[in-house]
């Protein structure tokens, strides 16, 4: 009981059922023996255990859900009712009680039918449940017809017989309803139920049999009994029936459910023709009655047989529409199965893909789990590192990074810091590393190393070239400041030679002009002459000394004899003022413009003082030619030489700026410089001039004609 709901175990109902048992089974052991008061008292103990019993079942019923209880309930209402009417206006004849209104009692059929309805929408399906109406019915009449046989007394009449089949229907509906349901679903309450309904039965039959021969008093104690404690029973079960035993509409069909139903109709309709022909033959029954029940047996097999037809050709169009969905889902499965293949080799290609991105990439690719041990790495973080791939998969990173060689402490934080340093070859190999999340369970991390070593070269080599010029800025700043010096250092010689020396000498020549012109004027020509004279030799060498101011600026050797024989006569005259070996060679020379030949005599000469101040040379060369619409000048020595990378900012900044005049001169000209000198195996100065550059002549404005 302890698997009973709470509401299902409450006490006034089980105590009211109990007291009703006890009371029916005292009343009918001190019933009295015979008389108008034994009917009475035997129809009140059944009548008021069925109304206990419907009582019972309606309160249980209310509680706890039992599909069909309330319909049978009804039935036992109807039980009680019709004894209450018999007990009380029924008792004066007792002989023969066989009558149009037996009818009446089909009413109990109703509720019955009513409850094995709602148990078979319960259980069975809509096509199942036709097939076992069919089978319960075939039974219902094959049994119906065995009653009543059994039932009709010989030589019955029409009302008789019609009682007969009354009682028969009513105790076949009772027995083949519950026996059918007990058998497709043969749970507990369902056995239980079916043994209830068969003693109920058995009452009706054996009520009928005597009602319909009037032996019927209303004091057989067996009637009455079984009447009375089936309805007690039925009560019981639907109070105490455990929810074990109660089936659901999940409920487990029995497999020999719907075979053994089937056999029991052709078993009972054959029992049941077997009945009608012994009836016959023994004249119980007439050959129109015999004839009715057998078309009634036909008419039942008939249903049997359309409804097995009806099913098998359900089954056949189930059967073809499950083929057909079968073809259609196998169709459907075949395409599936090819858009799955089509995914794998799409995957397959796109895996394939990923690996070969994976394992061609330049940069090196490494992931980590969530514990920095190194899952997978490619090949080139394999020749980063210089290792194997299976010394470096499934270790952790310090251990990896302790085994690079050449790593310094910076690689072993480089996933964290995402700067990393080797030194390979006595080269230093910079790497950057990025670390991206990889959304994996469990957790995983890719980390992009890249060699960034030819980005620092650059970005060093562009410092580097920055910082050059830098240098050269301030190294042209300072000859630029330096050369404007010099300038205006030498237009102040210049103008205060000329004011000292041909000015002076000019306005003296004035002055005794003057004075010869009057001595010539008084007569005194002779003096005048002897003036004239004076100021012709003045003149003369003012002359000389505006040459020297002219030489200074253009050689007057360039203008007289060219290129070629001005540089050979500059180098042969310091070979001898310095005691000097030198050789001078010439390629082809093409026409070059005056502003050139004046750069490269200047280059010459400051090559020339430079050498004589500072070489200490035994020999010294010169070559000249022209090529590709360049002058090319170059000066060697076998000198001491200098370094002239190392010292040449040094020479600027002591002042000695005559390289560096020379190389400013050159490249304002789009021109080059070439030094070439190392310490002990002397010097050479290479100049390239280009011949087409523009000079500051060509830029000035023409000057204007005068008018008139």
Sequence with gaps: MSSLPRDARTWPTGVVLLVASIAAGVGFLVLPDRGQARVVAAGAIVAGACIVAAWVIGVTQAQRRWMGAGHVATALLVIAAGDLAFMLFDTPTRQQHASAADLGFLVVAVPILLAIRDEFRLHFPPDSRREMWVDVMLVTVSLTVIAYVLLRPAEADGVMSASAAVFAILAAVQFAAFGGLALWVPSGGHLVQFGIMTGLATATAMFGWRWVHGTFDGTSLEINGLFAFTALAFAAFVRWCPDSWKPGKDARVSRWGRPVLTSAAVAAALAALAFVSMSTDTGGISHQQAGWLVAALGVCVVLRIVANQVRGVQANERVRTALEQKEVALRDADSALERVREANETLRE???????????????????????????????????????RDVIEGQPWTAVAAAVKGADESFATLPSTGQGQITRDGQPLHLESNTSAVPLMPPRKLLLVRDVTSGKIADQTIRSLFKFLQDRDEDRTNILRRMNAMIEAEQNRTARDLHDGPVQGVSAAS??????????????????????????????????????????????????RGLIPALREMLTRFGADNGVETSFTSGTLQTVPDDVETLAWRVVQEALTNCGKHANASRVTMHVETDAGQLQVEVADDGIGFDYSGRSREFLRSGRVGLASMRERVELSNGTLAVHSTPGKGTTITATLPLDVITLRELAPAPQQAKG
């Design 350 to 388: 796109s895996e394939e893909h990923l690996r070969l991105v994976f394992e061609t990439a330049v940069d090196g690719i490494v992931e980590l789990d969530a514990r920095d041990v190194i899952v997978r790495v490619n090949d080139a973080f394999c020749q980063m590192v210089n290792l194997p």
């Design 511 to 560: 002055l005794s002009l003057e004075a010869a012109l009057l001595m010539i004027k008084a007569g005194e020509i002779e003096r005048g002459i002897e003036v004239l004279s004076r100021i012709r030799v003045e003149l003369s060498d003012e002359a000389d000394a505006l040459r020297r101011l002219m030489s200074g600026l253009r050689p007057p050797l360039l203008e007289e």
